[in-house]
């Protein structure tokens, strides 16, 4: 009997482990990862197959899985949280360059690992390595950060040929304006406008520069009328004129003063008709050319005269209409 009793415990004992080791071994607390936390549930004792989620804190990154599973007693490889790049404030302070488009920035500035950030010079400054350009792209990829310096903009006095102005100091700076006066016969090269040039990241804009005003001349046109004459016209100017009576445009009406003289030609020339076609009669004189107010006569015979007998050249052609 006791014997007996012996075997079935065995047995037991035997089918327990049997079970024990086809559902595999738990796991205890799972590991903890730096800059991160677990987001589920915490349990005592944690089944194979069942797994935790993790996340990192803020600005950190995580490389690897987000979860780690529990695999016959031991946890799979739990995931890293990545330092972020962080630029201090100061140095943005010393460096006169801010956020591109930041609030009210902290005491420090922190960049995500993997992810880059815009940075730009305060106004009136550009880079110091480019002095074209205020911003400058920033990435975080685990190397040391080098932070831009920017430096004043600023624009010497200049010196302007053929021309001069009021000079108040030797240095300017961002936005300072000053007004050139060209001597006469010159013309600031690019004017927008009252002649002032202003301090810019390239310079001063337009360029202090006065050149060789362009002007062109019309006091008479044959056979036309200027109408409101001037002596002179500068380049831009416009010069309405009228053809006399029996005379046309040989262009337009108006002409532009350009840098290359007038951009039609100021003349007039005398209207003129060509012979009538007629199909039906003839007319006479005959000429291979009708100056204007010509005057020819219809011939309709020997039909019977069913049309107009003379016919005037007007500005308009032949009026009325040659015809039978």
Known sequence: MKNWLLLVAAFLLWQSCSSQNERGQNCSA????????????SEKQYRTGSSVQFRCQKYYAM??????????????EVP??????????AE?????????????????????????????????????ANASQSASIIHCDGTPLVIP???????NSPRVLNGSFQSVKNIYHD?????????????LETDYGGKVVECTKNGWSPSPKCILEITCQADYIEHGTILSPKL????????????????????RSDALCTKNGWSTKLQCTEMQCPPPYMRIGTFRPYRTQYMYNDVI????????????????????????????
Request: proline content about 8%; aromatic content about 10%; overall charge negative.
């Open 30 to 41: 799972p590991p903890r990862i730096q800059n991160g936390d677990i987001t589920t549930l």
């Open 80 to 89: 890293i949280c990545l330092d972020p790049c962080m630029i201090p404030k």
């Open 297 to 324: 006569e219809i011939w309709c015979s020997p039909m019977p005269n069913y049309g107009n007998k003379f016919s005037k050249c007007t500005a308009n052609g032949w009026s009325p209409p040659p015809f039978c």
């Open 232 to 251: 002179i016209y500068k380049e831009g100017e416009i010069i309405p004129f009228s053809c006399d009576e029996g005379y046309r445009y040989v262009d």
């Open 149 to 155: 310096n920017c430096e004043e903009i600023t624009c």
């Open 63 to 76: 490389e690897g899985q987000n979860r780690s599973f529990c695999d016959n007693g031991t946890w799979t």
């Open 175 to 187: 936005g300072d304006l000053i007004r050139i006066q060209c001597d006469s016969g010159f013309t």
């Open 92 to 128: 943005l302070e010393r460096q006169k360059i801010q956020v591109k488009d930041g609030m009210d920035a902290p005491e420090n500035t922190f960049v995500q690992r993997g992810h880059s950030i815009e940075l730009t010079c305060k106004t009136g400054y550009v880079l110091a």
